[in-house]
């Protein structure tokens, strides 16, 4: 069965400072990966994807993220955060056949001024 | 309509009484999921629709719960006999592709704060 970790529940970071987020996920097949961001009392926006190709993608809000297969990973990182930054970042794999994802527990980013 | 939208907003409602749940997809949008987020959790998968069928409702954690859509637009998500652990959030979102279209984003609503006292 597929899985996703985030190690991180909480991070801190000063603003205009570098964020990573970390994602480990379990899947015995070519992965689908995302990252969805959630604001306070919104839905979930979606950051960016990858499905094959480039292994660093762009998003949107200057976020990228880098597909490592090797290590099962799917880093988000910005190199320098806003206080609009602060918000549940959640990382989601998804199966080949349906777009049912499944979601790792999230990561909540506080950013100090 | 501009975005996914889901109501109420808020529910509470007393252990035992059942409840229903409304989401209101993105006009045309043939793909509608449901997602519950429990406090402290991640989302968990409930129950998809493609059009007016549900080829996986594999994540539906009882038989207390059912979901129905009809005209390829608004869904139900219904709850009987409620219980506390029922508290959460429960999501809607919608795509516009087919279930194995990856270029087609899920578009979630901002939810449905369901308290269970």
């Known amino acids: 069965a597929q899985s996703v970790t985030q190690p991180d529940i909480h991070i801190t970071v000063s603003e205009g400072a570098s964020l990573e987020l970390r994602c480990n996920y379990s899947y015995g097949a070519t992965p689908y990966l995302f990252w969805y961001v959630q604001s306070p009392g919104q839905g979930l926006q979606l950051l960016l994807k990858y499905f094959s190709g480039d292994t660093l993608v762009q998003g949107i809000k200057g976020f990228e993220a880098e597909f490592k297969r090797s290590q099962s990973s799917f880093n988000l990182r910005k190199p320098s955060v806003h206080w609009s930054d602060a918000a549940e970042y959640f990382c989601?794999?998804?199966?080949?056949?349906?777009?049912?994802?499944?979601f790792g527990g999230g990561t909540r980013v506080l950013v100090k001024p | 309509g501009a975005g996914v939208s889901q109501s109420p907003s808020n529910k509470v409602t007393e252990k035992g009484k059942d409840v229903e749940l409304r989401c209101d997809p993105i006009s045309g949008h043939t793909a509608l999921y449901w997602y519950r987020q429990s406090l402290g959790q991640g989302l968990e998968f409930l129950i998809y629709f493609q059009g007016n069928s549900a080829p996986d409702k594999s994540g539906l954690p009882s038989d207390r719960f059912s979901a129905e859509r009809t005209g390829g637009s608004v869904s139900t998500l219904t709850i009987q006999r409620t219980q506390q652990e029922d508290s959460a959030v429960y999501l809607c979102?919608?795509?516009?592709?087919?279930?194995?279209?990856?270029?087609?984003?899920?578009?979630f609503g901002n939810g449905t704060r369901l308290t269970v006292t």
């Open positions: 979102a919608s795509s516009s592709g087919q279930g194995s279209s990856y270029n087609s984003p899920l578009h």
């Open positions: 989601a794999v998804g199966r080949a056949a349906g777009n049912k994802l499944t």
